[in-house]
Each structure stands twice: as structure tokens, then as C-alpha cells.
């Protein structure tokens, strides 16, 4: 079992040098992966339901908090590190033109020499697609697609995509990824999110939980699509209970999530720097699971 810190660009570490000390921090302690989260807007008084929180809004007051956006925060922390991997958990897809992204993406996975993990969904936030000007409706199809045209612009060495909403003929996209394929892990806990996990992605993040019908429905979806679905990596945040560990290891979970902001509200989180050296004996101890 793996272990990785997440909502790393929220809080006290949007600051360049006080971020730098929580990467290098838990780098040095054995975590092997910060996780970013995206929201490039949040309009005020929004009417969508945000689906990890019962009262529908996002918990913690954070409607006006800041948000760096997470390939420049991931690409400031990259170069303080070494091994350390960097994962958006997530990138709202749809909202991205997928040429320009894909650029980004390949531009930080091959200076990072190979340390990026895109994890992808399709949004929640009608009025912050309304903001940007992208269509909500059918956001997951045009989520597909943007992954299928972004991967043939890491992948070919003069790239051509055709689909319903991108399309390009021999174009160069360079520099590629350092990565031979940059993973792709699917967020959501829904079964769309598990399927679509299934279908294309290299690893399935179901947030919050891990709930063991959505994990068997990515990887049944995975088999059925002539893919290994033991290759299926599971990524799922840490439970309150660190005894839980080895229950979430028997369901197939391959890495869990510290929070590193209040806004999570559990007690296994990290306060500050300091408390990564004390996560080291717990990830010496469960890393074989």
C-alpha cells in the first residue's frame, strides 16, 4: 500500500515556500504522491449540489477560499522535489481545451522527469462551466474524448484525432512526457465515474470512501473491455480509523489520501509539516499490505 497527501494546494500551502516545505517534508517521510484540487471559479450563491457534503455545499466556508490553479502549483513543487509524484485530484476535463492541456500536462510530466498523475473528472459546478463559457451537458462524452485526443498527442509522433469535438491532422505537440503514458486515474463515486474507470482509465480514485460495488463495477467494466483488471490501480482517501488499512487492502485499495487542510475534518489529517516524519512509521508498517 501506497500513501499520498492530498488538497495540497489549499490552506496555508497556495504559498510557494510553505508548500515547498510540505512536499519535501513528505517526501522525505516516504509519501509517494501530493494531490491537487481544481477549481478555477466559484460563483457566489451557486444553485448545483456539490456531492461530498450532505447539505449540498462545499463544507468548510470555502466558497471564496483560493484555489491555485493545479498544473502551476504542481510545477513550483516539482522543482523541490525529486521523487515525489504529483496528481491533480481532479481535473475538471471538460473544461480545458484538450491541445492546450495536453501541452501543459506533457510539458510538467517531462521536466518532473516523469512524475505526473493526471486524475480526471467532469465537474459538478454548472455555474463555474456557465463562468468559463463551456458547455455542462454532455461534459462526460466530451470528457472521453478530450482523454482520447490528449493521448494521441503524448503517444504519436505527428499526431491526427477526429472526433465530435476535437479535431486536428499532423500536428507536432512538443516536448512529449517524460512517461511512456501519463496514468490516468478516473474521481467519482458514482457509477459513471466507475465505469468510465473501467473503460479507459489506468486507476480509479472514488474520493471520499471505498466503496467496494463501485471498485467491483470498474473493474468488471475494465474485463469487459478487454482490459486487466487487476491493472486497475485504487487510490481512496485515509480513513478516520488507521486500523481500517488492512480492510481497505483486502478491497483492492493500492494507495490512501492524507488530508493536509481542515477543510477534511478527520483526525488522521497532517496539521502542519512536522506531522509527515510521524506518518513514517505507519507507512513502514502498512506499505507491504
Known sequence: M???????????YIDGPTGAELVQ????????????????????????TYPYHESGRMAGGIDDAAWPDPLIWMSY?????????????????PQHNPVVAAKQIATLDAMSRGRVM????????????EAIGVP????????????????ALWAEDCASFHGEFVNFDDIYCRPQPAQANIPIIVGGDTEPAA??????????????????ELIALARRT???HGRDPAALEITTSMPADISMLPELASRGVD?????????AGQATMIASPDDCDRWRSIIEDHQNL
Open 118 to 129: 493526471l486524475g480526471v473528472g467532469v465537474g459538478w459546478l454548472r455555474e463555474e462551466f
Open 195 to 212: 465505469r468510465r474507470a473501467g473503460r479507459l482509465g489506468d486507476g480509479y480514485f472514488p474520493a471520499r470512501n471505498a466503496p467496494p
Open 77 to 93: 513543487m516539482a522543482g523541490v522535489t525529486t521523487t515525489l509524484k504529483f496528481a491533480t485530484g481532479i481535473f475538471i476535463v
Open 136 to 151: 455542462f451537458e454532455r461534459r462526460g462524452k466530451r470528457t472521453d474524448e478530450y482523454i482520447a485526443a490528449m493521448r
Open 255 to 263: 494507495r490512501v489520501l492524507v488530508p493536509v487542510s481542515s477543510i
Open 222 to 224: 475494465a474485463e469487459e
Open 2 to 12: 501506497r500513501f499520498g497527501i492530498r488538497y495540497c494546494n489549499s490552506g496555508p
Open 25 to 48: 517534508a513528505a517526501e522525505a517521510a516516504g509519501f509517494d504522491s501530493a494531490w491537487t484540487v481544481e477549481h478555477t471559479v466559484v460563483p457566489a450563491n451557486y444553485e448545483s
